[in-house]
């Protein structure tokens, strides 16, 4: 009998170029051996250059969508993206909380790569009080961290290591702040958890810009903690995995370069090519 393999449920928004969202987890998911099940939050207008404009789902259609899926299949993690509406970052909430044991990996899409909003501050202040609690596994950037962190009598702009224990004491298990933003040579990822740093990595900084890696590396995270990975190895592994996305990435179009979440793939099959020309001389 055939192993059904991990089954991963995402809340997410739809992207229609497979840059981000919703298709950017299918392949990510697909790629790292879990099957995504997928509950459409909202629909974008949007190319590889910006979103034009995002339209939300109604509630009651997202709730159905995933409480049809959840009394079908036995889920093994959580990945949830851009919601689109306070009113369906409250659903969420609700269906999520049905299911404490099972690891969400939140991945606060704030904005997108060129700058368009896509969080209000009523959205921003519904995921602190009722997502973040729930959360196992929260990856923002440092912008989206510090604007999820931030507090009235803040002065100046708080740091990573403020702002991590701040989300950490809204109720996040975890929370690793990527350093893609910073004006640093390398990439410094740094995940924190209740006791302070767990891990901090360094990647090679790539020259180019992309769409889609902060939902790749939230959805390879989701994957690896469903196939069975601790929580260090999980971050640690999704980064890596992410990484040579985005070392393999393409230009679709005339903005962002795509992350390519099969690049793996096209190598076995340009080394078995290479392999059989090789035979063929």
């Known amino acids: 009998?055939?192993?059904?393999?991990?089954?991963?449920?995402?809340?997410?928004?739809?992207?229609?170029?497979?840059?981000?969202?919703l298709q950017a987890d299918l392949l990510t998911l697909a790629s790292l051996g879990c099957h995504p099940l997928t509950v459409v939050s909202a629909l974008t207008v949007q190319d590889t250059v910006g979103v034009e404009s995002v339209h939300a789902i109604d509630p009651d259609v997202?709730?159905?969508q995933a409480r049809t899926l959840l009394e079908d299949m036995p889920v093994a993690a959580f990945k949830i993206g851009v919601l689109g509406s306070t009113e369906n970052i409250v659903r969420v909430a609700e269906i999520v909380s049905d299911y404490p044991d099972l690891p969400l990996v939140l991945d606060p899409v704030l904005a997108s790569g060129r700058g368009d909003s896509l969080a209000d501050d009523d959205m921003v202040q519904a995921m602190r009080e009722l997502l973040l609690p729930q959360?196992?596994?929260?990856?923002?950037?440092?912008?989206?961290a510090r604007r999820l962190a931030e507090e009235d009598d803040d002065e100046d702009e708080p740091?990573?290591?403020?702002?991590?224990?701040?989300l950490i004491e809204l109720g996040c298990q975890s929370v690793l702040i990527t350093g893609t933003h910073e004006n640093t040579p390398q990439v410094v990822n740094?995940?924190?958890?209740?006791?302070?740093?767990?891990?901090?990595?360094?990647?090679?900084?790539?020259p180019q810009i992309y769409h889609g890696s902060g939902c790749t590396l939230a959805s390879a995270i989701a994957a690896c903690l469903a196939n069975g990975s601790a929580l260090e190895d999980a971050v640690r592994d999704a980064q890596e995995y992410t990484w040579h996305t985005l070392a393999n990435g393409f230009r679709a179009g005339m903005g962002q370069l795509i992350p390519d979440r099969f690049f793996w793939a096209r190598q076995e099959a340009e080394e078995r090519e290479d392999r059989s020309e090789e035979g063929d001389a």
């Open 1 to 21: 009998m055939i192993q059904t393999p991990p089954l991963v449920l995402v809340i997410a928004a739809s992207d229609p170029t497979s840059g981000a969202g």
């Open 62 to 64: 997202l709730e159905r």
């Open 135 to 144: 959360t196992t596994v929260l990856t923002p950037n440092i912008p989206e």
């Open 159 to 166: 740091n990573g290591d403020l702002c991590a224990r701040r």
């Open 190 to 206: 740094t995940l924190y958890g209740e006791q302070g740093v767990l891990r901090r990595d360094r990647w090679e900084r790539l």
